[in-house]
């Protein structure tokens, strides 16, 4: 009995495993619709490629699971360096197709085969690099004072600054804003005087209200273009602002996109039942998939789902004792949370498109993997605790035995 209660089995945490198992599931159901229907011939080999994709990322969020403290500690630094030199690649490996249809070079490239996409992993060795600098810089500063606080904030920045720099030459405003919400969570729990990041607040919004006051103001576009802003970036803003003025064109996707959850109904068309053709619909898109196929009932359990993988993981933060492992799992939850709001606002219509996949459920390899990695260092922090509550039980065992 005792062997039971001390077996790897009893340490995982199930209402963690739970949820995302069904998500994976859904994504796999709506990945089979959507390309059943746009690609019809390509069924068998995009399914094969994502249940592999499933399957490894499982396999790596188990062993990521059992990674100790101090060993995750350690190889922090290494997984940094290594995913700044793997978001040089796609500026060296890239389609001219591929980037000539999205704007960006975020791609591994080689010939006719796209690998995969660097900047999902470096989400993770970002979160990794910024929680341990943060445990360094409260062991080595037992006070924050204001000058402590910019002093933190200059070694945020030294950390985002390559990310953005690398993000900026692959002309991925999407993943940036990723990052940027990484690292608000990060700050946000970091200590930091609010005298500090209110005015920060309340300068992004400013900023952003200018340009959205310039955008919208005649030749306000061809100002921000002679600035450097690329056309697709003012593309995507301008059928986010209007719509159905550009749904032949520029707004095709996002028109389509929002007739296709409101074709859905309360109940959904039925399994395999789309109507309209939706770009990207497997991956950027695949909400409507959920909505048109499952309707709002579909789409509000899958909400339900993410709400309560999110409920789980502040559990078991709120459960650890180890600063390190709260900070890494801030920074994930800041990361799905984004996504979900992003991909589902710009399939509604409040927001713009960005290209950010649907965590756990849109096709693709790179974010599939990388999330599951996340969910492992979640399901490790709860690992690590239940460890240590049963090595103090044996402990207490022995000395009652004495």
């Not at 690292?183 to 920060?200: D, E, K, T, Y």
């Not at 039980?393 to 004495?402: H, M, T, V």
Request: proline share 3%.
């Amino acid at each position: 009995m005792a062997r039971k209660r001390n077996s790897i089995d009893s340490r995982i945490d199930y209402s963690v495993v739970l949820p995302v198992f069904i998500l994976l599931l859904i994504g796999l159901a709506a990945v089979y619709i959507a390309t059943l229907h746009d690609y019809p011939n390509n069924v068998t080999m995009v399914m094969t490629q994502q249940i592999i994709w499933m399957l490894c990322g499982c396999v790596i969020a188990f062993v990521v699971m059992l990674f100790s403290t101090e060993l995750l500690w350690k190889i922090t630094p290494y997984l940094y360096v290594l995913g700044l030199f793997l978001m040089i690649l796609p500026l060296i490996f890239y389609s001219p197709t591929l980037v000539e249809a999205t704007g960006s070079k975020n791609w591994v490239t080689i010939g006719s085969v796209t690998l995969f996409q660097p900047s999902e992993f470096m989400k993770i060795s970002y979160i990794l690099m910024l929680a341990r600098s943060t445990i360094w810089f409260h062991q080595k500063y037992q006070e924050l004072t204001f000058k402590r606080d910019l002093q933190l904030i200059g070694i945020y920045a030294l950390i985002t600054l390559p990310v953005m720099i690398f993000l900026g030459l692959q002309k991925d405003l999407g993943t940036a804003m990723v990052f940027m919400a990484i690292l608000a969570g990060m700050i946000l729990i970091s200590g930091i005087s609010w005298w500090l990041i209110l005015p920060v607040v309340l300068f992004v919004a400013l900023c952003f209200l200018i340009f959205i006051i310039i955008f919208l103001i005649p030749n306000g576009k061809e100002f921000l273009f002679n600035l450097g802003m690329d056309t697709y970036q003012i593309n995507r803003i301008s059928a986010w602002l209007d719509p159905f003025s550009f749904s032949k064109t520029i707004a095709y996707q996002q028109t389509q996109s929002m007739v296709s959850i409101g074709i859905g109904g309360l109940f959904g068309r039925g399994f395999g039942d789309v109507a309209l053709s939706v770009p990207v619909r497997e991956s950027d898109m695949i909400f409507t998939v959920i909505a048109e196929d499952f309707g709002f009932i579909g789409s509000a359990i899958v909400l339900g789902l993410y709400l309560l993988l999110i409920y789980r993981m502040i559990r078991v933060t709120f459960a650890s004792n180890n600063r390190f492992y709260v900070y890494i799992s801030t920074g994930f939850i800041m990361m799905i949370l984004f996504h979900i709001l992003e991909n589902i606002g710009a399939a509604i219509g409040i927001l713009p498109l960005t290209g950010i996949p649907l965590p756990f459920i849109s096709q693709g390899g790179s974010a599939l993997i990388t999330n599951l990695i996340g969910v492992g260092l979640v399901l490790s922090m709860g690992y690590q605790n239940n460890l240590n509550i049963q090595k103090e039980i044996a402990e207490k065992f022995l000395r009652s035995r004495r």
